[in-house]
């Protein structure tokens, strides 16, 4: 259950206070609490990275990660699967390509999506691939692209989302390790954007009313 599910954070939860944590200040009126401290991501992303290195039998993986969101979350686990592999004797060779996927305006999922960059994946034929993504919604985007994956033929593809939205009839073997099961509310931050604002804070955190305003398009 903690790989498919993550840790479940319940819809009443409201957050920690801001002055309770660091922030980039010019960010003060425009998200309204601290969701899940970077801190608290971290040591999940280690937990994830445990069970994929438990998980994957070959001795190399493909890692595709989903811009522009996920570069931070792929990177950090990465790194914890390249620790993880110095301090036991079962090292994954790791490779990274990069896929640019685009369907969202303002806060809203629109229903066309874009594949930009990285179109031919025919390396993936015969490997082992990872797909890490910061954060799955409706699963749309999910299931397209993993559709478009399993085109080139790869030996197996497994699906790490550090967020998941919990909703009714929510697909539960899309996504094969979770990080953290959330409500429906749009978060930002540790590479999560609106409208390309909020890259820059570490903190998963919930935009306020007038950030959404403001940076509205
Ligand atoms: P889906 O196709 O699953 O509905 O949407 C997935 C994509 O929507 C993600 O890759 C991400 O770009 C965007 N998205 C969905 N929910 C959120 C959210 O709460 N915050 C942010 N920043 N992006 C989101």
Known sequence: AGKKRGIVIKDDWPGYGLDLFTYPEHYHDDI???YIPHGVVMNRTERLARYIVDDFVD??????????GG???????????????????????TRVEFIRLKSYLNDQSTEDLHIIGSRDLSFLLGKSVLIVEAIVDTGKT???LRKHVETFQ???VKVAGLLVKRAPNMDENLTDYVGFEIPNRFVVGYA??????????NHICVISKSGKQKYKV
């Open 32 to 34: 309204d609490s601290v």
């Open 59 to 68: 001795d190399d993986i493909m890692v595709l990660c989903v811009l522009k």
């Open 71 to 93: 570069y931070k979350f792929c990177a950090d686990l990465m790194e914890c699967i390249k620790v993880l592999g110095c301090n036991s004797n079962k090292y994954l060779e």
């Open 142 to 144: 999910m299931k397209t």
């Open 154 to 156: 790869p030996k197996m």
């Open 192 to 201: 999560l954007d609106y409208n390309e604002y909020f890259r820059d804070l």
